[in-house]
């Protein structure tokens, strides 16, 4: 039944946990909720009086600006731990971090770390909701969430649609939680790149692997760009970035077997002339920017929700 | 004046592949020496003997475990020589060979004395020190063989830091000769292992966890076996793991290559499924693998192809394995669970029970060439007692040693030693 449907997550460890209901009823929220980034006072009072605390183990700029106003604009009192100024550093260990900020209350904590799983052992030691902003290469759930939420803005629709997510696999987050959450949705995902880059039964996640990029891009109605990191040269995994620019970029010439109004995506941040051009990036069919923006409605969601959706 | 100690152990299934003996009998000890076997109710009791009924219950050669890491010295917060044969009794193992990876190395002849040493006043179990390949199993120079096998030491192994370097396992190979030394090589490749947590395949990717793939073992494998037969001398694989690597070694052995091999319990019972989310007590090196490989292990197990059930006890605290499941230290400690999980392989008609004995204690024993594997009289009495029917929940507050690494904590497991016995003296009793 329709009406029976509850949100009842009290974490956000990845999409893996998510049913498609679920992923509905978070963009709905988020929809919902953007337009009060567009209010002259940008501020609502639903989470005064709730902490939420960001712990990031790992540099992040955009993600956790993005949390932070997400919170701000829901009225709930912020703080911030980076790595280097927490105790990570004088050898405490992450359960030992989770029962300290246990004693101090806090009703969110928002964590990136390199650690796979780590999120989620910190869920197992802490009262406090867990947001998981990026765990390792495991999942990056509040990106596949946007990145969803933008796809649906702009194509009506996620079902039926054929996404093509291009670069390194393997070492990406953002790709595992797009996968399962775009699959759950009822999208085809097709994902190419270097062998290298192509992690081991990532078929079983539901993905469709091509060796020839054009290959995946043809008739997509989304094309995704990872990151290439510069340190994959060593592994080794890539003989350059400019052979793999040369093969697996997105230019002009390869969009134009995607369908005319497919869309061009990037969880950023972008190395231009690497993983795509700059034409490509700053073009008509970049949405690019309009990730960013429903980044801050999806995590106000996230938080909205998992706080059990009161008050509104 | 010497005060005879006797004790009868009466009507148990005496299992003694050696002597390939399986029917309910009587056995006797005397001054810590089997003086006799015979059929049930057939032998009498002397004076001041304590007698023992076993009805229902196996008597077998004490069950030998060739891989453990005892921890001391360097690491005793983990286990020490007393903790670790104290779990080797209650697992019903008389003896233990222990891995030189301590601290320092067990690369000298004082090292493996200090073992010795320790293990002869506070032991509860024979331990027989594995001595390491190289020095400070660095694998750049040859360790002393002779010195260490003069001291005690039974192998060598750079278990835990395999032998990178090809020409220097062939000279281990070549120079273990002198000093009748087996060399056991804990197979893998690094350069495709490195950074790897767990086995590599889809479960992997979904976790976002670093594989391990199974050609890192298999390769390696391959290259002992090449170096074993080239020189011609016998070789041990350690706790092999993969399908490739079973494959491997049965093929080996039918062209005549002298190589043996053991798996672990954990590699018969479960898969790499127990990693579930991020659990570190399913964390070790190998990984575990995928069902498939599971499959041929036990086939391995039961056709022959592997030569013993070894548990890899690996004692951590939790220190080692309550942090990120990449942070964690790999390895479970395993001497109290390998009887009843070697039991649930013969419930399920993989082993019968004489293999199962051959696994634990006749081919240890043979192997690494010490006494034991037999229950002939006039061996020394290393016995264990086994009721294959007893059921018990292995819990955290029941483990006898010193960490509680273990994924099979809250199982309910069937099958337990219940009686142990090293050279005449009880080491673990529980009836």
């Known amino acids: ?312 | 004046m010497n005060v005879t100690q006797a004790t009868l152990l009466q009507n148990g299934r005496i299992i003694d592949p050696a002597l390939n003996i399986d029917e309910p009998g009587d056995l006797l000890i005397v001054d810590g020496i089997i003086r006799q076997q015979g059929k049930a109710r057939s032998i009498a009791c002397p004076p001041n003997c304590e007698s023992i009924d076993l009805h229902g219950k196996w008597l077998v050669p004490g069950l030998i475990d060739m891989h453990v890491h005892l921890r001391e010295p360097g690491e005793e917060y983990k286990e020490t020589i007393a903790s670790g044969t104290r779990a080797a009794a209650a697992g019903g193992f008389t003896a233990v060979a222990c891995m030189p990876n301590t601290s320092p190395v067990n690369d000298n002849q004082s090292v493996t004395s200090l073992i010795l040493t320790k293990a002869a006043a506070e032991g509860s179990a024979r331990v027989y020190p594995v001595g390491a390949i190289s020095k400070n199993s660095k694998g750049t120079e040859l360790a002393e063989y002779g010195e260490l096998k003069k001291a005690g030491a039974v192998a060598v192994s750079d278990d835990g830091r395999p032998v990178a370097n090809s020409q220097l396992m062939r000279r281990a190979l070549e120079y273990s000769g002198n000093h009748n030394l087996l060399v056991i090589s804990h197979a893998e490749e690094v350069s495709l292992s490195e950074n790897g947590v767990m086995n590599e395949g889809a479960l992997s990717t979904r976790l976002g966890l670093r594989g391990i793939p199974t050609v890192a073992e298999t390769i390696m494998i391959y290259r002992d076996l090449a170096l074993a037969e080239y020189v011609g001398r016998p070789i041990h694989i350690a706790h092999i793991s993969t399908r490739e690597s079973v494959d491997l070694i049965r093929r080996a052995k039918m062209r005549g290559c002298r190589v043996t091999a053991e798996t672990a319990p954990h590699y018969f019972t479960l898969t790499e499924e127990a990693v579930g989310i991020y659990n570190t007590r399913a964390k070790m090196n190998p990984p575990l693998r995928a069902a498939d490989d599971l499959a041929a292990i036990r086939e391995g197990l039961r056709d022959g192809t592997i030569d013993a059930i070894a548990t890899d006890h690996a004692p951590h605290s939790a220190m080692e394995k309550d942090v990120e499941f990449d942070q964690a230290a790999n390895g479970i400690i395993g001497l109290e669970t390998a009887v009843p999980l070697s039991l649930a392989l013969v419930r399920e008609n993989v082993l019968s029970p004489a293999r199962m004995i051959e696994l634990l204690s006749v081919q240890p024993a043979r192997m690494l060439g010490v006494a034991g594997g037999s229950l002939a009289a006039g061996n020394p009495a290393d016995i264990t007692v086994i009721d294959p029917e007893k059921s018990f929940i292995y819990r955290e507050e029941n483990v006898v040693s010193k960490s509680g690494n273990s994924p099979f904590l809250g199982w309910e497991l069937t099958g337990k030693a219940v009686l142990t016995i090293v050279a005449g003296r009880i080491t673990f009793r529980e009836l």
């Open chain 1, 1 to 312: 039944m329709e009406s029976e449907y509850r949100f009842q997550h009290k974490h956000i460890l990845g999409i893996e946990e998510l049913s498609d209901r679920d992923i509905c009823f978070i963009l709905d929220t988020a929809e919902s909720f953007k337009e009060i980034s567009q209010r002259p006072i940008k501020k609502v009072p639903t989470l005064r009086g709730k902490t939420v605390i960001h712990l990031f183990f790992e540099p992040s700029t955009r993600t956790r600006l993005s949390f932070e106003i997400a919170a701000k604009r829901m009225s709930a009192d912020t703080f911030n731990i980076a790595a280097a100024t927490s105790s990570a550093r004088k050898g405490e260990t992450l359960i030992d971090t989770a029962k300290n900020l246990t004693s101090m209350k806090p009703d969110i904590i928002v964590i990136r770390h390199s650690s796979s799983g780590s999120p989620h052992l910190l869920a197992r030691h802490i009262k406090a909701s867990v947001i998981n902003a990026g765990d390792g290469t495991h999942e990056h759930p509040s990106q596949a969430l946007l990145d969803m939420m933008t796809v649906r803005e702009k194509k009506g629709k996620i079902a039926g649609l054929k996404i093509a997510i291009v670069g390194d696999i393997s070492h990406s987050r953002v790709a595992h939680s797009n996968i399962i959450g775009f699959t759950r949705m009822g999208a085809e995902v097709h994902v190419s790149g270097p062998a290298t880059l192509i992690p081991a039964g990532i078929k079983e996640l539901g993905a469709v692997v091509s060796h020839r990029v054009e290959d995946a891009v043809a008739d997509a109605d989304v094309v995704m760009a990872l990151r290439i990191q510069k340190e994959r040269q060593l592994d080794p995994l890539l003989p350059s970035l400019r052979e793999y620019a040369a093969f697996f970029g997105i230019n002009r010439t390869l969009m134009k077997l995607a369908k005319p109004d497919a869309i061009i995506m990037h969880p950023g941040p972008i190395n231009r002339g690497v993983e795509m051009t700059f034409d490509v990036a700053d073009g008509d069919q970049s949405v690019i920017m309009d990730q960013v923006t429903n980044g801050v409605a999806v995590r106000m969601a996230l938080l909205y929700l998992i706080m059990g959706g009161e008050d509104r």
